[in-house]
Nanobody, 124 residues
Framework: QVQLVESGGGLVQPGGSLRLSCVASGRSLDHYAIGWFRQAPGKEREGVACMGLSDGKIDYADSVKGRFTISRNNAKNTAYLQMNSLKPEDAALYYC?????????????????WGQGTQVTVSS
C-alpha cells in the first residue's frame, strides 16, 4: 500500500501558475505509475496527466497540453504537476493517483490509490 498527499493548490489569477505536489508514503514512489486528475463541481473526474515508472510514457489531456507538465522525483517520493497559463476552466479539486499496473492512462479505473485532493481556484 501507498498513501498519497497532495498539496500546492490555491487561488491564482487567469494566466498564472501553480505547482502541485504529491508526496507518497508507505512505499517507494518508484514502484508506481502516477496520474493527476481533477474534478469540478457537478462534473465527472477528468484525467489530466500521467507518467510511468520511468519518464518513458507521459500522456496529457488535450485540454492541458502545452500548459501542464508532469514530473517526479523518486528520491523525494514526490510527483509534481506544473500548471501554467491557468484558465478559469482549470479550477477543480486536483487528485494524485498511483498504480503498479502496466496498463494505465487517463482513466480513473486504471488507478488503485488516491490522495485526498487539493483545491485549485482560478479567478480574477
Amino acid at each position: 500500500q501507498v498513501q498519497l498527499v497532495e498539496s500546492g493548490g490555491g487561488l491564482v489569477q487567469p494566466g498564472g501558475s501553480l505547482r502541485l505536489s504529491c508526496v507518497a508514503s508507505g512505499r517507494s514512489l518508484d514502484h508506481y505509475a502516477i496520474g493527476w486528475f481533477r474534478q469540478a463541481p457537478g462534473k465527472e473526474r477528468e484525467g489530466v496527466a500521467c507518467m510511468g515508472l520511468s519518464d518513458g510514457k507521459i500522456d496529457y489531456a488535450d485540454s492541458v497540453k502545452g500548459r501542464f507538465t508532469i514530473s517526479r522525483n523518486n528520491a523525494k517520493n514526490t510527483a509534481y504537476l506544473q500548471m501554467n497559463s491557468l484558465k478559469p476552466e482549470d479550477a477543480a479539486l486536483y487528485y494524485c493517483a498511483a498504480t503498479t499496473g502496466w496498463n494505465y492512462g487517463l482513466d480513473t479505473d486504471d488507478y488503485d490509490y488516491w490522495g485526498q485532493g487539493t483545491q485549485v481556484t482560478v479567478s480574477s
